[in-house]
């Protein structure tokens, strides 16, 4: 059974710093593209970063890039986002995603509140 835990959210004044993290169990991690969405309240779930299964690369939205960071730590099944200079904007709930490599399948975690918030 594939599960993805996402921890590391809650409340922060504005400039603030977070660190999320993803931990994967069920799958073979390094096989998998990971990559943080985030959904703001009434709006669509929309992409935030994403690094290959090596790790070697990565790419952000216009909006975080600068001023979020993504990595992984393959030996321990998880990933990173850490989020630095943060915005009320930045208010969400942050989901990771893992992408299969190899085939079409997928899997999303049940996502952390991120408030941002004076």
């Known amino acids: 059974q594939v599960q993805l835990v996402e921890s590391g959210g809650g409340l922060v004044q504005p400039g603030g710093s977070l660190r999320l993290s993803c931990v994967a169990s069920?799958?073979?991690?390094?096989?998998?593209?990971m990559r943080w969405y985030r959904q703001l309240p009434g709006k669509e779930r929309e992409w935030v970063a994403t690094?290959?299964?090596?790790?070697?690369?990565?790419s952000y939205a216009d909006s975080v890039k600068g001023r979020f960071t993504i990595s992984r730590d393959n030996p321990k099944n998880t990933m990173y986002l850490q989020m630095n200079s943060l915005k009320p904007e930045d208010t969400a709930i942050y989901y990771c995603?893992?992408?299969?490599?190899?085939?079409?399948?997928?899997?999303w975690g049940q996502g952390t509140q991120v408030t941002v918030s004076s």
């Open positions: 069920g799958l073979t991690f390094n096989y998998y593209i």
């Open positions: 690094i290959t299964n090596s790790g070697s690369s990565t």
């Open positions: 995603k893992a992408d299969s490599t190899s085939t079409t399948l997928y899997y």
